[in-house]
C-alpha cells in the first residue's frame, strides 16, 4: 500500500498541474495562477461567476494493488461570508471551462456522511499510474450581497482506498 | 539523514497462515503470485508492523473457533488543501474480518468498529 497520489486542477484542458502547494484560487480568468489578477468584481445586482475549476486525481506512483472509492467533501461551513458560495458537479469527463452558471450544488452539501463520489462514472478499482475517476468541476459565485475582500480559505477533503 | 517517510508507509501489514507460513507486503511487492491463491480462510494473524520506532505494532489473531474469518484489508489516504496544496493529511489502515473492523492511523493509535463503520476524517 504505497501508491503516491495527487490532485490536479485543470484549467483550459484536461491536462492539469499537481496542487502540492498552492491553494486553488477563483478568478475571472481561465487560469490555475495563484495571484490577485482577475479578480471576481461584486456585481451591483444580480449574481457573477468565476470560471470554473476542476480537479481530478492522479496516480504517480502506482499502488501494491489497486486505489478506489474516490470522495471529495467539505466540513459542512461555508465560511466565506454572506453573498458567497462554490457550486459544483461532478462528471466523468472534462467539460470546457466557462465563467456562465453551471446549476450546480452546494460544495458545503459534502460531508463526511455525504460526500462526493469521485468513482461514479469512470469506476475502480484502478491499478498503474496515471489520472483515475471522475472531474469535481468548481465554481464561485458572487452577489450583490458579497463584502469586498480577501476571503479565507476553506479546506477541501479529497480521500481515496488503496490495496 | 534519514529521507522523509510517507504518511501511508509508517505501516506495513503482515499475515501469518495457519501452517505457520508469514507473508509481509515486501515479500507481495516482489512476488504479487503470493496471493493470488490464498485462501484468505487460512490467516490466523494480522499485523500491522511499524516502521516507525517509536510507534507500536498491532496484531488481531483470528478466533475461528468464534467463526471469525479475514475479509480484506486496505488503507485509506486523506489529502487536504488548506492553503498550501493538497497533502496527504492523515492516513489510516483497516483490517476487516466478518465480525468487526480494526483501524490503526500513521501515528500508531487503532479504533475497533462495526463492519459497517467507516472513518473518514
Known sequence: MAATVQVHEMSATSTG??????????????????????????????????????????????????????????????????????????????????????SGSDLFGLVVGTPGDMSAVNTGPYTGTGYKGDFIRMQMTIASTASPGTLTGETLTLAYDET | MRPKMELNETYKWQVELDDSTVINRDDYVKDKSLCKNLNYDSITKVSLVPQVEVLPEHTIFIDKQKGEKFIKGFGRGFKKNRGMGFKLENYVHCIVTNKYKFWVFCRGSSLVTNTDYEVYI
Open chain 1, 17 to 102: 498541474v499537481d496542487k502540492t502547494s498552492s491553494t486553488v484560487r477563483f478568478k475571472s480568468a481561465d487560469e490555475n495562477t495563484v495571484d490577485n489578477n482577475n479578480r471576481l468584481q461584486i456585481p451591483g445586482a444580480g449574481t457573477i461567476y468565476s470560471y470554473t475549476k476542476q480537479l481530478r486525481l492522479n496516480v504517480t506512483i502506482a499502488p501494491d494493488t489497486d486505489v478506489d472509492n474516490f470522495v471529495v467533501y467539505t466540513d459542512g461551513n461555508n465560511g466565506f461570508g454572506t453573498g458567497v458560495g462554490i457550486q459544483y458537479d461532478l462528471s466523468g469527463s472534462f467539460p470546457a471551462q466557462i465563467d456562465t452558471n453551471i
